[in-house]
Every structure is written in structure tokens, then in C-alpha cells.
């Protein structure tokens, strides 16, 4: 099945114009090897993703979690993973499906990729939907902002998430290295194992992964439904103490094999990855999701092919995915389909007085459909829709005595395509509401990005940083029409909607020197034409759920962060002490839904030879800032959680002992950026013990 599909894919004439072009650079790859008068020339490492040009600077538009600080904070999903960092929260849809939310903004106007490439998964669509992706073999995760995020695309001041793996290897590999772990948790019962294997000969590097983890429904503090036995709904037997919750467990498993082939002025390498997940979503309804994904992934990159040329890369990306949905008795009710086909080509320029950065194009062709089972596969709250876009995109970064400047230009072209000749599967009668006019829609998109970095005195700095961002409504957005059991509401696509348009101006402080150090950022981002749910009032008779329709208005959203640390990550002891806030409101006063609460936290960590161990306090106020569609503010929290590890090295390997433990007060944690029918039904996960091993050779 996986090479009847690769070989579809390769029928594909975008896919044979790429492969073209990756011959040409090839070709040219060659001849330069074959030149020995050029004097080969040493760049600065590149990462899969950026190596941005403002990585370290003030603006933080590069923040990358890595090694131990990502083997500590790394959870079952991506948004669980980045729950604690500046600025960012998560949703909470049970163990299986969370996603990161940046500075209040969720769903498709936060991007996620792996290895830079856009995933094409249906996470954006809903926060049920999990991201394809099991993170175990995760080596770095960035959080994108400002000019490098334009790299990528645009998010309406939000950002953009990017996994790292090794599924490509980029450097030669002399023997044989091996890594292996096994985590337990106690809360679900959960067990996870990986096995990582990377060899080669010469320039050929293979490697291969594979993984497996399993969680069944976890503990819960207390009662089930927010209020206990006084719950609006206790009249249904839902409110009773239910450990562990119903519908919360996860099992998944990967497997993935790559293939390089590296010499000194460059590499080509692809691979292949299969991913299977199974989870339960903990709502009223009971619902399961069952996703599937297959994935082929072409790299190539060449060093100084010519003069003026640092490296010139290509990367191809195509995807089959799909998940059903099973209702609580285990009856497929909806298919989700989506295949994607990504292509990325990034030139590096040499620098041009002093003007460091690159430059590129972005192609990327897509179709997505969610078909009704149970009704002769009409189609199910979306037609299948075909998306075909492309981009270019420019960044670059300049640094003085004293300060520095960084700029980003991209341009989209963003064309939906809805399938006419295919029904609707729910329809709202009498009520008066119609289906949206399904019709072709044709987006073009300009964004662009500065950023100015001061050097103060003492080793502290100043920095401003404005962007002009457009995000073309999502497909949801535009061509929705059915009920969705997730949200409890009957969605209503609006196809005359237009391009949101965000302004975001920020500034920071900072002290990058000495054992004290600090950073704060205070941001404003007004949004025009901002895509939201309006409720009037009014329910789907079959379903009951509340009919929501997406509308457009402007909005304003301001925040902060601020986070000071005393010898982070030094010997001996360390200290960080962080907060973070922000809201969206309309004009006329009203918030947006899913509002992320002020936090506050403490980290304790203490380092010494092979020995580290920590403790971390984060607090969560009550959020009392509802949307006019939310009935019940989220109470306060306090999370705390401790960790314990150590290193030995045996012969000529490597092994990690480690101990984490979370929710230690056993706390009834609620996130408020999760919809409002879920979080009133499914807190999450009670006190929890990790304890696992990593073995490495």
C-alpha cells in the first residue's frame, strides 16, 4: 500500500518538476566537486529549519527547546510538551490530543511543522484533532516569531512551531550508534518505548526509528464535572467521581527509515514514516479518533555552488493522512481525509556588506475532505476542497556596533477550491440558516516584518520589533456546515470572508550578561477582519447543539512576559522566575473566546556532575474574562512538579536515569483554552510518576 501510494505521488507533475529541479542542483553539485581550483569554503551549521537571523537576539524570535531541557519537558502531546513556556499554553482534549496556543491564538493561525515543512494534518481545524506526530524521536522543538516565522508563513502575530527530528541524517556516520528508552507513569498506566538506530559507510548514512506508547485512561483528582455534585448537569450522572476519566486513554506507534548520501560540499537524503494513533476525546459524547499517516520526506542540500552562494537547499514533503471518528459504542461516523504535497527551496546569500540572510520559494497543493459514513459519504461539516498556494519569501539581518536590524518580506497566493457536486449531510430545516455558496476563493497575501535591536550599557539591551501579517481564512472558516461534537455547536462557513490583517508591535528589555539576567517583552497586535464562532441563540433540532456562525471583526490584543533567572542552568543551584498574560477583546469590549490565564511561576534547579535534580511551581489565576458564548470562568490552579535524573557512562555508552513527577497536590486543573464543553467535563491528569531509562551507544 505505502509504494502504491509513493509511486501515485511521483505520477504527480508538481512532484516531476521538483525532482527536476533537485537534478539541476544536483547536476551543479557535481560539476563544483569535479572544480578542484574553488577553494571549498566553511559556513556556519544550518538546522533543518532556519538558524534564523535573529537566532540570540533580544527579540527572541528563535527559542529552541533541546537536550536536557526538552528531555524534562517533554509529554505525550505537543501542546502538553510547550505548556510552560513564555507565552505559550495549551488545549486540553485528554492525553491524545492537545495543541500549542501562542499568545491566545490557536488552531490554523498557530503553524506547526516538522523538519520546516507544513504538516498536513488536520490539527488546525479543531483542537480534538491531535498533531501527527509522536515526539518521541523529537530532537529540538522551535517557537518561531517575527521576521524568521515569515520564512514559513503567516499567523496573525502568533508564530509558528517547527518539530526536529533525525529522520535525515545530515553528517556521516562512522559506526554504528544505537539509542533506546522505556518510560512508565503511574496516573494512566502508561508505558512508552523507542529504538533509534544510525549506521553507514563512506558517504551513505541510514538510519532508522521506531516507537511505541500507550496510556490508558488517567486519574483524575476528584469530580469529573466542574462544580461537583451542585454541576448544571448532575442530573445526567455525570458529575459522580469518575478515576480515571472515561475516553481518555491514547496508544500510538511509529516506524520511520531514512537514507542519505553526504559528502563535503553538500547532501540528499528521504525518507519514509508510517504513524498510527488511536485515542479517546473525554467529552459528554464519548467520541474516539483513530488517525493513520504515511509520509515521504526528499532533502538536498548544496554548500557554495557558486560565487555569492552560501548554500542553496531543497525539501519536498508529501503526506497522506486520514482519521475516522467512532462514536462511543465504537461506530465509524466521519472519515477525515487530507494530501499534501510541500516544496520548499531556501537560498543562503554570502554576506552583502554585512547583510546576512536568505531568500526563497514555497509550493504546496493540497485536498482535504471529511465524508459522512453513515450517509452515503456526503460530505461531513466540509466539501472536499483542494488548496493550491505559493509564496516567496526574503529575510535578512544586519548588525552595527551597538545594534542591529532584521527585516522579512513574504508574498502568498492562496486559491480554494470546493467540490460543488457533493451534499451537504446535515441541514437545519426550517430555521432558516443555508448552507455557505460553494465557490472558488483566491487570496493574495503581502507580509512583512522589522525588528531593531539596541545594545545598552552593562550588558543589557533594547529592541522594538513591528509586523504587518495576513492570514486567508481557513477552509472551515469559509465552506462549514454541520455539527461538530467536539465543540457542541452546528458550524455555519461564511465564503465571503476576507484575509485577516494584523498589526503587532513589541517591545523588549533585557539583561544578557552576568549571573542575574532578564528579559520582559509588552506587545499590542490589532487585528482587522479577526475570523471568530458568534452564537445567536438558536440550536440544531437533531443534534441540539448551538448553532455558530463565523463572522469577522476587528480586535486588539496586548500582553506580557517577563522572565528573570539567577545561573539558569549553571552548577549548583539555579533559579527562574517567569509570568505571562494577555486578552483579546472587540471594540466594543467584549473578549474572544478561549482566553489564556495570568500565570505565574518558580523554578528551582540544582546541577552537580552527574547529579541534577529540580522543582517548579507554576500558578494559574481564576479566569474570569468570558466570551459572551462562555458561562463559567476556569478556577484558579497551582501545578507543581519535580524531577530527578543522573547520568553514567559505561564503557562506551551513555545511560540516563530519571524520575519526574507532576500535579503533585493532585490539583483539579482546567485549561480555559479549552472549549468550554469539554473543560466542564474533563480536568487533567491528577499526580502523576514518571520514572524511565535512555541508553545510548
Not at 512532484?15 to 578542484?36: C, D, E, K, N, Y
Not at 518521541?136 to 517575527?146: C, N, Q
Request: proline share 4%.
Amino acid at each position: 500500500m505505502c509504494l502504491s501510494w509513493l509511486f501515485s505521488s511521483c505520477c504527480n507533475s508538481c512532484f516531476g518538476f521538483f525532482l527536476s529541479l533537485v537534478f539541476v542542483i544536483a547536476t551543479v553539485q557535481s560539476s563544483r566537486a569535479q572544480a578542484p581550483n574553488i577553494k571549498d569554503k566553511t559556513i556556519q551549521s544550518i538546522t533543518v529549519t532556519t538558524k534564523s537571523v535573529s537566532e540570540g537576539t533580544l527579540m527572541q524570535s528563535v527559542k529552541t527547546l533541546s537536550g536536557d531541557e526538552l528531555d524534562k519537558k517533554l509529554g505525550s502531546s505537543l501542546g502538553e510538551t510547550l505548556n510552560n513556556e513564555l507565552g505559550l499554553s495549551a488545549s486540553g482534549f485528554g492525553a491524545g490530543a492537545s495543541r500549542p496556543i501562542i499568545r491566545g491564538m490557536e488552531g490554523s493561525r498557530v503553524l506547526v511543522l516538522e523538519n520546516g515543512m507544513a504538516m498536513s494534518d488536520v490539527s488546525g481545524l479543531s483542537n480534538d484533532h491531535a498533531v501527527a506526530n509522536g515526539l518521541l524521536h523529537t530532537k529540538e522543538i522551535e517557537i518561531l516569531r517575527g521576521s524568521s516565522a515569515l520564512i514559513y508563513g503567516t499567523s496573525t502575530g502568533a508564530g509558528v512551531i517547527n518539530i526536529v527530528n533525525d529522520k535525515i541524517l545530515t553528517e556521516r556516520q562512522e559506526k554504528l550508534s544505537v539509542a533506546a528508552g522505556s518510560k512508565i507513569s503511574t496516573v494512566d498506566h502508561g508505558l512508552s518505548n523507542g529504538l533509534e538506530l544510525s549506521t553507514g559507510s563512506g558517504p551513505l548514512a541510514l538510519h532508522l526509528e521506531a516507537s511505541k506508547q500507550s496510556a490508558q485512561n488517567y486519574a483524575i483528582p476528584s469530580f469529573r464535572e466542574l462544580g461537583g455534585t451542585k454541576a448544571n448537569w448532575a442530573s445526567k450522572g455525570n458529575a459522580l467521581s469518575q478515576s480515571p476519566l472515561p475516553n481518555s486513554f491514547s496508544y500510538s506507534d511509529t516506524l520511520a527509515a531514512g537514507a542519505s548520501y553526504i559528502v563535503d560540499h553538500g547532501y540528499t537524503g528521504f525518507s519514509l514514516e508510517q504513524y498510527n494513533h488511536r485515542y479517546g476525546i473525554p467529552s459528554f459524547e464519548g467520541s474516539q479518533i483513530n488517525q493513520t499517516q504515511q509520509k515521504f520526506d526528499l532533502q538536498h542540500l548544496t554548500k557554495n555552488p557558486m560565487q555569492g552562494i552560501e548554500s542553496i537547499k531543497f525539501k519536498l514533503s508529501n503526506t497522506h493522512y486520514q482519521h475516522t471518528e467512532l462514536s462511543a459504542d465504537a461506530v465509524a461516523s466521519t472519515l477525515y481525509k487530507s494530501d499534501g504535497l510541500n516544496a520548499r527551496l531556501e537560498v543562503w546569500h554570502e554576506p552583502i556588506d554585512r547583510w546576512k540572510g536568505l531568500f526563497g520559494l514555497e509550493a504546496l497543493k493540497g485536498t482535504l475532505s471529511a465524508l459522512d459514513l453513515l450517509q452515503n459519504n456526503h460530505a461531513a461539516i466540509l466539501p472536499q476542497t483542494s488548496t493550491t498556494s505559493w509564496a516567496g519569501f526574503w529575510v535578512e539581518e544586519k548588525k552595527w556596533p551597538g545594534f542591529s536590524v532584521d527585516l522579512g518580506l513574504r508574498f502568498e497566493r492562496n486559491q480554494k477550491r470546493p467540490n460543488t457536486h457533493l451534499p451537504y449531510s446535515d441541514s437545519l430545516g426550517a430555521l432558516g440558516w443555508n448552507s455557505p455558496v460553494l465557490e472558488d476563493k483566491v487570496f493574495n497575501l503581502l507580509s512583512g516584518s522589522s525588528g531593531l535591536v539596541i545594545d545598552l550599557p552593562a550588558g543589557h539591551a533594547a529592541g522594538l520589533h513591528y509586523s504587518l501579517t495576513q492570514r486567508a481564512p481557513a477552509t472551515d472558516e469559509l465552506f462549514a456546515f454541520g455539527a461538530h461534537d467536539a465543540t457542541a455547536t452546528f458550524d455555519i462557513g461564511q465564503t465571503h470572508l476576507r484575509p485577516e490583517r494584523a498589526h503587532n508591535l513589541e517591545l523588549s528589555l533585557m539583561k544578557t550578561k552576568g549571573p542575574l539576567r532578564w528579559k520582559s517583552h509588552v506587545f499590542f497586535n490589532k487585528i482587522d477582519d479577526f475570523i471568530y464562532g458568534t452564537l445567536f441563540g438558536q440550536q440544531d433540532p437533531l443534534s441540539g447543539f448551538d448553532i455558530r456562525q463565523f463572522n469577522q471583526a476587528t480586535v486588539t490584543q496586548k500582553g506580557l512576559e517577563a522572565e528573570i533567572t539567577y545561573r539558569w542552568n549553571s552548577e549548583g543551584s539555579s533559579y527562574r522566575l517567569f509570568t505571562d498574560s494577555s486578552q483579546t477583546q472587540l471594540l466594543n469590549g467584549q473578549f474572544t473566546p478561549l482566553q489564556a490565564p495570568v500565570r505565574v511561576g518558580l523554578d528551582w534547579a540544582y546541577r552537580e556532575g552527574p547529579l541534577k535534580t529540580g522543582v517548579s511551581v507554576k500558578h494559574a489565576f481564576k479566569q474570569t474574562h468570558l466570551a459572551p458564548s462562555e458561562v463559567t470562568q476556569t478556577p484558579a490552579y497551582t501545578d507543581l512538579s519535580a524531577f530527578l535524573s543522573f547520568h553514567q557512562r559505561l564503557n562506551h555508552s551513555d545511560l540516563n536515569w530519571y524520575v519526574f513527577a507532576k500535579n503533585l497536590l493532585n490539583q483539579d486543573i482546567r485549561y480555559s483554552t479549552t472549549v468550554e464543553t469539554l473543560r466542564l467535563y474533563a480536568p487533567q491528569a491528577g499526580r502523576n510518576l514518571s520514572m524511565g531509562i535512555k541508553w545510548s551507544y
